[in-house]
């Protein structure tokens, strides 16, 4: 691998190259929300059914998360820079194909396609950034890149419904994917000639084609099950079929990588502590936030009666005070380490989730903001530490796989915790509902407060990972791979 960034005249490099990879994770995580709002608008278009266009974020996701591991393991043998821009110009094609194909080839299956075409491109993205950070920026400027991506990927998040919503309603649905195309060749040029060359890492035995195999075979089941159990049915032979596929692969590809000579995820690393505790930490986070980020909107709507662009606006403290965060936690990280940043940071998040379970029907919207923001600010001062610490943790020819690593780890648990939460408050209305023998006649605001309970219930979840994320936090310990020692030694010697 190449030389970390150093010197004071590669300050400008240094910013060009945040700023390349700042774009991938832009892009991937407004491609991950754009769409949502127009698929009312290509359900019309297309004249299909509401189950049947979901499968326009469905496929996307479902490609995403079963390739994003994969990549990790192939950027490690091509190349970060190889893998990065070639993901780069499959995601532009790919969002070209989208708004341009269904017009003219197959219709509405060309559409999935394309999706599932940009989802490799957007995999071989999100699989490297972590790696790239790790790997090419010095010790004292790594909290500080890692933060700056985190906050770009949360403005994608927090930006992709409004630009959404205004391109299909002022231009068309096409052009929330044509969006994609200048943002791409931009960043394909810079990333050519910012982002520094580096050398495969030689391994013994071959790629583990087969632990590939099986790797996205049960994670794509898995989100497959999540997905679709509500549609089908959870107890429906295809949702039970597919869960059996999951559980096998995944078995399966265990065994495979505790015997392949140069295995995709190397399951040993899990016998280390800290690795454990701090890997636990990043996929409590996501999972938790998940919740929030489902239902609020749900509560928003029905219970508070505001409309979509409102309940939009709101929804957005979260992810700004997300970016102010990052911005601190960048600053701080040299000073402060990740450890105590993260414990530091499990104390707005604990507040934020404990405030999420007293929403009532009356609730003021100033509540509701606070509460986001002290998640927000919490998320934004956790997450690029917690996921620097996993990195700096295991050796650098393993970076690839790490980066991978997290990434699945920030889209995997978001994925499974919508379908919690979503049937977490489905059955507390239900138990509310049958305590207190409300029926179908009952008058509606004696309905709203039901559902208004049903939602702290359901937040209830996120408070108590909350803590559980609180205390992982004051137990971890920062353990530094030799191949970092150096680095982490000026660091420590400044924080004295």
Not at 105 to 132: D, E, H, K, T, W
């Amino acid at each position: 691998m190449d030389n970390p960034v150093t010197g004071t005249a590669k300050k400008q490099g240094f910013a060009l190259l945040v700023f390349s990879i700042s774009l991938a994770m832009f892009m991937t995580s407004l491609d991950g929300t754009i769409v949502n709002i127009a698929l009312p608008t290509l359900s019309e278009s297309f004249n299909v059914s509401t189950s049947t266009v979901s499968w326009v974020a469905t496929s996307y996701l479902l490609v995403l998360v079963g390739c994003v591991l994969v990549f990790g393991k192939v950027s490690d043998t091509l190349g970060y820079k190889r893998l990065f821009l070639s993901g780069f110009v499959i995601f532009t094609i790919g969002s070209f194909f989208c708004g341009f194909l269904p017009e003219f080839i197959a219709g509405f299956p060309s559409l999935i396609a394309s999706r599932m075409f940009q989802a490799v491109g957007a995999a071989m993205l999100m699989s490297v950034a972590a790696a790239m950070i790790s790997t090419f920026v010095s010790a004292d400027q790594k909290g500080k890149a890692m933060s700056i991506i985190m906050m770009i990927a949360a403005l994608g998040t927090a930006l992709g419904p409004t630009i959404g919503g205004l391109l299909t309603q002022y231009l068309s649905w096409h052009w929330i994917f044509f969006i994609n195309i200048p943002v791409g060749i931009v960043a394909i040029l810079l990333g050519a000639k910012v982002i520094p060359a580096s050398c495969p890492v030689q391994h013994e035995g071959g790629f583990d084609r087969l632990g590939s195999v099986l790797a996205f075979i049960a994670l794509a089941s898995l989100v497959f099950v999540v997905s679709e159990g509500p549609v089908f049915g959870w107890t429906s032979p295809v949702i039970l079929g597919m869960a059996v596929l999951m559980a096998v692969s995944l078995g399966w590809f265990v065994k495979n990588e505790l015997s392949a000579q140069d295995p995709v995820l190397d399951i040993r690393l899990f016998k280390k502590r800290n690795f454990v505790i701090a890997n636990l930490i990043l996929i409590l986070v996501f999972f938790s936030l998940s919740g929030i980020n489902y239902l609020l909107p749900f509560y928003l709507k029905y219970v508070r009666s505001y409309d979509t662009s409102t309940a939009g606006l709101i929804m957005t403290a979260l992810s700004f005070a997300m970016m102010v965060a990052g911005l601190i936690a960048g600053v701080s990280y040299n000073r402060v380490g990740a450890r105590r940043l993260c414990i530091l940071a499990s104390l707005p998040l604990v507040l934020g989730y404990l405030l999420m379970t007293m929403l009532r029907t009356y609730t003021p919207t100033g509540f509701v903001i606070i509460a986001l923001a002290l998640i927000g600010f919490g998320l934004g001062l956790i997450v690029s530490p917690i996921t620097t610490m996993i990195m700096m943790s295991v050796s650098k020819s393993k970076a690839g796989m790490l980066s991978s690593l997290t990434s699945l780890e920030r889209t995997g648990p978001m994925c499974i915790g919508i379908a919690t939460y979503n049937a977490l408050l489905i059955l507390g209305i239900i138990l509310i509902a049958k305590r207190h023998e409300i029926t179908m006649e009952a008058p509606a605001t004696i309905k709203m407060e039901v559902l208004s309970v049903g939602f702290d219930i359901a937040f209830m979840l996120s408070l108590i990972l909350g803590i559980v994320i609180l205390v992982l936090s004051i137990a971890v310990k920062e353990e530094v791979h030799p191949d970092y020692a150096a680095e982490e030694k000026v660091l420590v010697r400044n924080r004295e």
